[in-house]
Structures are given as C-alpha cells and as structure tokens.
C-alpha cells in the first residue's frame, strides 16, 4: 500500500501566484481531508469530503481557498490569488469510513514570498 | 464545545526513562474516538492509536501505552525505556461519532526530546 500520496512536496510561489496542491488518497478509502499545520494555529481542518462530496468546509479560510475531488482517487486545494499568511504545511489525509483513523500524506511545505 | 488540551508544550528525558505526555479532552457527546498520533521531524503524521468511548481498557504496544479514563476526561500515553528515535511532537485528538462533520480536532502537541 503507498499510503497517501502528495505533491509537491515542497513548493515556493511568488505572491498573487495560484497554487494548486494534489492528493492521492489510499485505494477504497471513503474520506478525504485537508488540513493545515502553522505555528501559529496547529493544525487545523480546512475540509473534508465524504464518497467525492465535500461535507464540511468551515474550516477554509476565505474564497482563495478551493478544494476538489473529482474521483475517489485524486483531490486538489488551490489557493488563488496566494498570500504570503497562507506559508503552511498543508496535510492531506484519508480513512476508510467515519471515525476511523485517518491516515496522512507527508505534507506539502508552502512558501509564498 | 470540543477541545484537546496537552498542557505539557515540551518535555526532555534521558534515553531509558519513563515518560507520560497528558491529553484532557472536552465534550458533551456520550460516544466519541480518541487518537494519538506522531510527528517525527521528518514531518509526516503517524497513526499510532484510536479508542472509542466505551473502551477504558488500558492498551499496551511494546513500549507504548495509553491509560484511557473517562472520569477525568483523559486519555494519557506512556512511553518507557525511552530511545532517542521516540523524539517527535505528539498529537491527541478527538473525533466525534456521527453528525454532519468528522474533523479530528488536535491538541496543540507535546514536543519530546529524548536524550542519549
């Protein structure tokens, strides 16, 4: 199993620049979250989609800020136009049903100077 | 309102000591899932548990423990015989069953640094 899968790893935009992060979530897993990690706030849920329909999205900042999940096995949050506040490292996770434990991607670390 | 306090923000051993990192959950719900989780410094988030309500028995992994007790509303770990690899920052969190939402909700994290 490849576990969650994201990418890039690491990206570094310019200010006012769009970014688009992606995810593969594990094979047969029906849930797929989007979270953010900084100092300042820990980490924190921006949205979670349930069998490819996005559930709870309070979580995301403001309307630069969009998520996608086309099919079971690809999502993607794009920030447009980026901010240099949203510098985080942003997780994607999944889990097989509701309450199950949620299995996390290695992250993309982004920078926006 | 749900919350996850570690009120422990660091914690440094020597390599071979016992160490407990405490996790004090809040919630009205009756059922609900408890986790811990590991983030060594290579960054990634590592599953390592997940108790649900009705479960107080304590669990035990090898090194690892978790002493679940609802009076106190906690749901603590142990490691002993700490090794230098156990260094990451540590996350409890809560998830509650069924609703509209299935966020974790984190705690801040426990950072430990174990020494050789």
């Known amino acids: 199993d490849a576990g969650v899968i994201q990418s890039p790893r690491h990206e570094v935009t310019e200010m006012g620049q769009e970014v688009t992060l992606r995810c593969k979530p594990i094979?047969?897993?029906?849930?797929l979250f989007w979270y953010r990690q900084t100092m300042m706030r820990g980490l924190e849920l921006l949205i979670y989609f349930n069998n490819n329909v996005p559930i709870d999205d309070s979580g995301m900042p403001e309307d630069r800020f969009s998520a996608k999940m086309p099919n079971a096995s690809f999502s993607t949050l794009k920030i447009q136009p980026s901010e240099p506040r949203d510098s985080a490292v942003y997780f994607c996770a999944s889990s097989l049903v509701e309450n199950t434990e949620a299995f996390f991607g290695q992250g993309t670390r982004l920078t926006v100077v | 309102a749900q919350k996850v306090t570690q009120a422990q923000t660091e914690i440094s051993v020597v390599e071979k000591e016992d160490v407990t990192l405490d996790c004090v959950y809040e919630t009205r719900d009756t059922t609900y899932y408890l986790f811990w989780y590991k983030q060594p410094p290579s960054g990634e988030l590592v599953f390592l548990i997940r108790r649900n309500s009705f479960d107080e028995q304590n669990e035990i992994s090898g090194r690892y423990s978790w002493n679940f007790q609802k009076s106190t509303s906690s749901f603590n770990f142990t490691i002993t015989a700490s090794q230098v690899v156990d260094s990451a920052v540590y996350f409890c969190?809560?998830?509650?069953?069924?609703?509209?939402?299935?966020?974790?909700?984190f705690g801040t994290g426990t950072l430990l640094a174990v020494q050789p």
């Open positions: 094979s047969g897993h029906n849930s």
């Open positions: 969190a809560l998830n509650l069953h069924g609703g509209a939402t299935n966020k974790l909700i």
